[in-house]
């Protein structure tokens, strides 16, 4: 039995995205944060449901505050959940010369 790890491969359902937080945030002394706070964070599009539109894996987006979004943290991975499309608010662009 080989004891390799296999690489993980997402596929969201439908509509639903999962993203990873840029940065989960720390305390002053360095401690990583046990509970997820989503409020004003950046997050990058790690797979995405075969029913979203206009979304990108590798996109860097920004989604509603979390009161207004139902998220699902992904067991063992505290820097990732799962939103529906629907949240993502605002997908975040590099300007090109010509704009």
Avoid: C
């Avoid at 390799?4 to 995205?17: A, C, L």
């Avoid at 449901?49 to 063992?76: H, Q």
Wanted: hydrophobic share 45%; aromatic share 8%; no cysteine.
């Amino acid at each position: 039995i080989s004891m390799e790890t296999k690489p993980i491969f997402w596929q969201p359902r439908n509509d639903y995205v999962l993203i990873r937080i840029v940065e989960i945030g720390e305390t002053p002394g360095g401690i990583a944060m046990p509970e997820i706070s989503i409020h004003g964070k950046e997050f990058v599009v790690v797979a995405i449901g075969p029913d979203v539109k206009d979304v990108l894996v590798n996109d860097k987006v920004l989604m509603l505050g979390a009161k207004n979004v139902v998220y699902f943290e992904v067991p063992n991975f505290k820097d990732m959940i799962v939103i529906k499309q629907e949240h993502i608010v605002l997908i975040l662009k590099e300007k090109s010369d010509g704009i």
